[in-house]
């Protein structure tokens, strides 16, 4: 059975995939993967029915691919990787993984490599060259959005203890148990390799989010206010959906010396 297969969504060349251990939907458009689906079991990742499905603007939802920055600070936010076309390379198959390679993505004179392997849990690998002769101070992250019961049920482990910068107000604090919602979060965990669990009672499950070449976890839910500034979020879709991110952010930068690589992973499944 071909595991791959291409596709048209919302008007956006998609790659499907679906294979024994889990289905997945991957737009070319960012190299952004939009759904995943281990067999048997409901989406993961949560998709905002406001999206824009176009090129130069990013999906909300899936997993933002944010390259060779994070956050507003740049113009376009969150770089350019998720805006432009992506091209995929080569595929491999066996039961229950697919694997994609995309061709190098290039700007200036960085270049990112791309690997996603879809199996019993969602992997992505990517892995940035410095190819110029000056350093690169590289931010990144996978701007992972997870769909949920509701922001009020759910809790985040595995950042008890860990300090963070509040995005909101610029100061940092140190985590204490759980994170919980009860209000606009946008939080840099910057000193911390941990796995996170998004632990969610209500659809009795939880999603273990682990990670390689990071320290930083990026932690959001616009709530109220911020859902309703954005054109591409429904006013009452911070109900469905938590950011768990994984990141070189906040203090988490890399610096790249000419020829010098660095990768960021991540590991989505079922605990
Ligand atoms: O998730 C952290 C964050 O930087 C938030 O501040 C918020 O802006 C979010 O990313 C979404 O950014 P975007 O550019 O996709 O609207």
Redesign the pocket.
Known sequence: MADLVSDIWNGLRVLKVQNEAAEALIALHGAHVLSYKPAGERELLWLSQESWHEAGK?IRGGI?ICWPWF??AQEP??GVARLNEWTLRETASEPGKTVLGFEAFSFENRIAELTITVADTLSMELTTTNLGAEDFRLTEAF?SYFAISDIANIRITGLDKAEYLD?LTGLRHIQDEDIRFNAET?RIYDSSAAECLVDDPAYTRKIRIAKEGSLST?V?NPWIAKSRR?PDFGDEEYHGMV?V?TANAGNDFRILKQGEKHTLKVSIGLK
Do not use: F, I, Q, S
């Open positions: 990013p933002p956050g507003p936010p969150h701007h995005t946008d990026v959001w954005m950011c991110e």
